[in-house]
């Protein structure tokens, strides 16, 4: 071969390198195109099925209705999600440096994405082989909250990115702030900072001290594991990270977040809010719900002011369930609740101590207690609860026999549980305190009391039945039954409007009435079948006489 046919040959050859090198070229193109079409129109796609984020702008969460009583005391609430919302002008700064510190200490740089937190996240992910790690922002935690539903997965976790990328353009970072705090969750049923600092703390948001504040900024990565209520140890651990967070951000001093660290803290207990007139709000929210639909009684948070006043509640409350046990009583005892062996002592004993809250009881407290003693010599009992004791004699226990009690282990014998009231608190020679108890039961029957106001008609107490968590049937207004003699005053009062006086002279003696369409006879009585012959109007509705009553409509018509 000659040299020229070899350069021509040689050339042919880059020819062809070339056209391929170009069509390798062209191809990876079209498909760099094809991809980055298909990736536009995939996200275009996802972006037109986002939803509208102009509601932001007014911000309408489902929030609390709440009922007042007479004296604007609140008495009772209503929501699907206990959330009161704050503006975030009214928190203290390390309420909000708290939050920003433990969930986004580049809040105030980025534009709704952290890349290093998602890169982060990414990378961690792959060596889990499964999703574990978010690296959301707090605006991404606003678009998942209000828009998205909590699945973990790449399409959400992109529309979360969508989303909070176009809240960033829409809003300003302290708008989104004041939509974060008031729609987290923080567990126990709260949402939001003001329901949580109440729920916690039983305070205002805006009074919540550093501590509390680090204490609450660490529940939104997991309520439930960081629950102070159930879990301090780990919601300490939690704080403590917020706290530190907090000083290498530069909100807090070293000297504050020790101190913070360091600092008692006091949790709001449960029976701190209980209900004092539960039969009576439920009828309210029957009412609200009737009159004004579901969503506008657990979404618009209204105020409702009711005629409840609340000492004559109180009182209501404390008649009701006066009677109800002095009448339980003489039905007579029906033992003890349950016997414990002697070797389940400290156990039982703990148990009850730790039913009481852990705290001493007081005068007037009823309350499960263990019978530990029995000493027919002095005739006393020996009850106990937790570290506490004391003692109950045979008059304590009386009405629980209707014969002479000779000796308390005829009634009881040690290891019963049973009912117990503090009479008195009395100091033992060493100096602890001990109680005077006396025998009780928990009443069977049930009861109501409805107080009315008679020249206006306004409901100023309202008691259903003896305990609305046992029962949630209100006896005051949806019982049916004879109203028996609560339907003699009205026969009083026509008789009055018809020219008798509470002097007027009616005979209590027999009668016999005639029914010609039954074709039976009636005859009624009083109550322990005695006659008083002439009665007064006055004491025949004092003493409720039947036989009075019943002659008046026939004495006013003649």
Not at 216 to 239: D, V
Not at 283 to 307: A, C, D, I, N, P
Not at 529 to 537: A, D, I, Q, R, V
Request: aromatic share 10%; charged share 25%; hydrophobic share 35%.
């Amino acid at each position: 071969m000659s040299g020229h046919e070899g350069n021509k040959s040689g050339t042919t050859v880059k020819k062809n390198k070339k056209k391929l090198l170009l069509k390798a070229f062209t191809v990876c193109f079209i498909l760099l195109l094809a991809a980055a079409g298909s990736a536009a129109w995939f996200l275009y796609t996802l972006d037109r099925d986002l939803p509208s984020i102009q509601p932001l702008r007014d911000y309408r969460p489902s929030i609390i209705t709440r009922i007042y009583a007479d004296n604007d005391e609140l008495i009772d609430e209503f929501y699907l999600e206990d959330r009161r919302v704050i503006n975030i002008t009214e928190l203290p700064p390390h309420v909000v440096q708290a939050f920003v510190a433990a969930e986004d200490s580049r809040f105030f740089s980025h534009r709704g994405l952290d890349m290093q937190g998602i890169l982060r996240a990414f990378y961690r992910n792959l060596q889990a082989g499964r999703i574990v790690q978010g690296g959301s922002t707090i605006t991404q935690q606003v678009a998942k909250s209000l828009f998205l539903t909590p699945e973990k997965s790449y399409i959400r976790k992109l529309r979360e990115a969508m989303l909070a990328f176009k809240i960033e353009r829409y809003l300003n970072k302290y708008e989104i702030l004041n939509l974060y705090l008031n729609q987290i969750y923080l567990g126990h049923g709260t949402y939001g900072i003001e329901a949580a600092s109440e729920r916690y703390f039983g305070k205002e948001a805006k009074h919540l001290t550093l501590s509390e504040a680090a204490l609450l900024a660490g529940l939104p990565k997991a309520p439930s594991t960081y629950s102070p209520l159930y879990r301090l140890e780990k919601a300490r651990e939690r704080q403590e990270y917020v706290l530190n967070r907090m000083a290498e951000d530069g909100y807090i001093t070293e000297k504050e977040r020790d101190e913070a660290a360091n600092e008692p803290l006091t949790f709001k207990k449960p029976g701190d809010s209980r209900k004092i007139a539960p039969h009576f709000t439920e009828l309210v929210r029957q009412y609200l719900q009737s009159t004004y639909s579901s969503r506008v009684l657990y979404k618009e948070g209204l105020e409702v002011y009711t005629t409840l006043n609340v000492p004559m509640q109180e009182a209501a409350m404390e008649a009701v369930e006066q009677g109800l046990r002095e009448l339980d009583k003489r039905q007579g005892f029906r033992g003890a609740l349950e016997n414990i062996p002697s070797e389940e002592f400290a156990d039982v004993l703990e148990s009850l101590w730790v039913d009481l809250g852990r705290e001493v009881p007081v005068k007037g407290q009823i309350m499960p207690a263990l019978v530990t003693g029995v000493d027919n010599e002095t005739k006393t009992l020996t009850l106990g609860v937790g570290p506490y004791d004391g003692t109950m004699t045979l008059e304590d226990m009386k009405w629980a026999v209707k014969g002479d009690l000779e000796h308390p282990d005829e009634l009881l014998r040690v290891g019963d549980i049973v009912q117990a009231r503090v009479i008195e608190l009395l100091e033992g020679a060493d100096g602890r305190v001990r109680f005077r108890f006396g025998l009780e039961q928990e009443p069977e029957v049930q009861g109501a009391l409805l107080s009315i106001e008679a020249g206006t008609g306004e409901i100023k107490a309202m008691v259903g039945g003896r305990d609305y968590e046992q029962s949630e049937f209100n006896r005051a207004v949806q019982a049916v039954r004879q109203p028996g003699s609560a339907f003699k005053p009205f026969i009083y009062t026509a008789a009055f409007d018809r020219g008798m006086t509470p002097s007027t002279v009616i005979m209590d003696t027999p009668v016999v009435y005639r029914d010609t369409l039954e074709d039976s006879t009636w005859k009624p009585h009083n109550y322990g079948e005695t006659f008083h012959g002439p009665t007064t109007l006055r004491t025949a509705l004092i003493r409720s006489r039947n036989l009075v009553t019943i002659k008046i409509p026939v004495s006013y018509t003649h």
